[in-house]
């Protein structure tokens, strides 16, 4: 089949016009307005699990620090338990890691996106012929 | 489970901060940069079906004309065999029918979100059963 998932690892962007069908799964949970698990949150969960603290993660994904800290707080506010910690060393300083709670939600996202692609092959396997190569 | 799909019969947005958590799938299957099939353009398909023109399929998503008729020309460009069968009338008068492709693919992509959904289910639930009620 000539789909892959897109993940952090093969997202690398190239504008070959014939370059094979790519096909991207996203689930969001909402509350209200808000979403409360997404592809945004899980991606931001998983940097501050690779760089340690907020501010690296922020850095690493292109966005401020203050948004990533509003992204933060928002995550932990609608959890019935918080999916990170940060450790001493003040609002901008101090390091953060994520709590069982937190790589629960990461494991869980990332299996449902594989689930989800695998449980559709067929009809995107059908989509996907009716598009020119 | 108190989770529901999300499609547009059940979209109406209220701001009640206790509502159940709402679960989205959204696929896109990507060719380089271009969102070859995705929820905007099968929204769109499903516009033209329902009111029979380009132009009364942009109104009732509130889009412009003229980006209606461009996502219209991408998608059947991005084809094989058209998604739409534009009738005379002129550029903005006429009608404008689903091909069987643009049938199948309205199809195929919805029972994608449902058999998605189905099939991710017990993750969808634990990641629920993570967020305050």
């Not at 962007?13 to 991207?24: G, I, K, L, S, Y």
Request: charged share 25%.
């Amino acid at each position: 089949m000539a789909t892959t998932l897109k993940t952090p690892e093969n997202s690398a962007e190239t504008d070959a016009a014939d370059q094979p069908a790519e096909v991207r799964f996203r689930m969001r949970i909402m509350k209200g307005e808000t979403i409360a698990i997404g592809p945004g949150k899980v991606s931001l969960l998983e940097a501050v699990r690779k760089h340690g603290s907020i501010s690296a993660a922020a850095r690493s994904l292109d966005m401020s620090y203050r948004r990533a800290w509003l992204l933060i707080d928002e995550i932990n506010r609608s959890l019935k338990s918080p999916a990170t910690i940060s450790e001493q060393g003040g609002q901008s300083g101090g390091g953060c890691v994520l709590t069982p709670v937190g790589e629960s939600i990461v494991k869980l996202y990332r299996d449902v996106e594989a689930q989800a692609q695998n449980a559709c092959a067929d009809q995107i396997e059908s989509l996907t012929q009716l598009l020119k190569p």
